[in-house]
């Protein structure tokens, strides 16, 4: 399991992506992600996370209601694995809870995605190799 990046939720994709680009980042994929219901903005900076902006497309976007509760904030960590049903099956037995279907994901060029929870980390998001 490696780092991968961090998920961001915002309400407005260009008025982060310009905020962060002052922060040093730069900008490398902009997509979105109709199977989620998600615009979805990567940005990189040496030395630094990856950063993946998050925005609603429309009210059934996982999102929605993080944004309503919390505003803008860091939601997701995302991990890389070499197999991903078989770290589900692994964090599972460990107390997570699966709370999205394995799916391809647009962003990745169509790579399985799956997101788990744990009360005591919050939401990551495992990324198939």
């Known amino acids: 399991m490696t780092f991968h990046h961090i998920g961001i939720a915002v309400n407005n994709i260009e008025k ?26 990567f940005l990189d900076k040496l030395n630094s996370p990856t950063i993946e902006l998050v925005c609603p497309i429309d009210d059934k976007s996982p999102v929605v ?16 694995v070499a197999d991903i049903e ?6 599972k037995k460990g107390g997570y809870i699966q709370v999205s279907k394995t799916a391809p994901a647009i962003a990745f060029n ?3 995605v799956c997101f788990l929870y744990n009360k005591n980390i919050g939401l990551i998001e495992l990324l198939n190799k």
């Open 86 to 91: 078989l770290e589900i099956k692994k964090l």
């Open 16 to 41: 982060a992506q310009i905020l962060y680009e002052k922060l040093g980042y730069k900008m490398f994929l902009l997509t979105n992600d109709a199977v989620q219901n998600v615009k979805l903005c």
């Open 110 to 112: 169509n790579r399985l």
């Open 65 to 80: 209601n993080i944004l309503k509760r919390n505003g803008p904030m860091p939601y997701h960590t995302c991990y890389e």
